[in-house]
């Protein structure tokens, strides 16, 4: 990270940042480089989450406003632009950090998925980031040239079977940044997604078989996994003014793993592994 100086690319810049739910949290993270960078900005994530996370010390931390919403409730969310509206007048940057899948929580297998509980996966995970943008747009507080981000997997694009249905829901959520980047572009307004390594959060490590995921990325990406802090240096770069012409992109921040093949020590270590297995 940059000292705690930072470079100033936020300075005058404010914001609306979904899903910090405790200094672990990539968002939590987001929200102190945007502080650095010297942004302003309101924090928000649902009411139970609000209830056992620790949001008022970021907000006490980075003199944040924190505003309570439940995304599946469009009423909630109408309601939260207009105090946006009234907290910042116009915003300039948002960040969607929300995922939840009942089915992955109880363990449900993709084969016999709760399909209730699927819904309430894409609408939360996905089509949450409709709701945000739609309502953002209709209450006028989107600055022209404003930059929106969602964090995805890439879940998205290959099987991990332990993240059943949120691979349906981060491929959804892809999708929508890209339609609405599209309808947002005449006002310069960019609509990204950053396909982010497996990290080590309190949300990460609820999935079954993290770990695995986890070590098999470090393992596969020739820089390794990088960290919420690096994600969130990464983040600040697209909120800036540098990345203008940046829109309806899902970008990899994975330490090339989406683009490696197989590392050698793993190769050496299968071999050695059936080498024994036919002794």
């Excluded at 102190?32 to 006490?60: I, K, T, W, Y």
């Excluded at 003199?63 to 946006?84: H, T, Y």
């Excluded at 297998?109 to 819904?119: I, K, P, V």
Aim: aromatic share 8%.
């Amino acid at each position: 990270m940059a000292d705690q100086q930072g470079y100033g690319l936020l300075k005058g810049k404010k914001g609306l940042i979904f899903g910090a739910l405790d200094e672990r949290s990539i968002a939590w993270r987001i929200a102190l480089a945007c502080q650095r960078e010297g942004a302003e900005f309101s924090l928000s994530n649902a009411p139970v989450a609000l209830r056992f996370g620790e949001l008022d010390d970021l907000a006490e931390e980075t003199g944040a406003k924190v505003i309570p919403c439940d995304v599946s409730n469009e009423e909630d969310v109408e309601e939260l632009m207009q105090k946006v509206k009234e907290e910042h007048g116009k915003i300039d940057f948002m960040l969607h950090a929300i995922g939840m899948s009942p089915n992955v929580r109880k363990n449900k297998g993709y084969e016999e998925l709760n399909y209730q509980w699927m819904q309430k996966t894409l609408d939360i995970s996905a089509v949450s980031l409709h709701k945000v943008i739609r309502y953002a747009d209709e209450a006028d507080i989107l600055n022209d040239g404003a930059s929106i981000l969602a964090l995805s997997y890439i879940g998205a694009q290959r099987i991990f079977s332990k993240y059943s249905d949120m691979n349906d829901a981060k491929a959804l959520l892809e999708s929508i940044a890209r339609n609405y980047g599209s309808r947002l572009a005449d006002r310069g307004i960019r609509v990204n997604t950053i396909s982010q390594a497996p990290t080590k959060t309190s949300a990460g490590s609820g999935i079954k078989g993290f770990d695995g995921m986890y070590t098999f990325a470090e393992k596969i990406a020739p820089l390794g996994n990088p960290s919420a802090d690096e994600c969130a240096d990464y983040c600040v770069t697209l909120f800036s003014d540098l990345t203008r012409k940046v829109t309806m992109q899902n970008l990899y921040h994975d330490g090339g793993f989406v683009t490696a093949g197989i590392d050698e020590e793993m190769i050496n270590d299968l071999a050695e592994m059936y080498a024994d297995e036919d002794e």
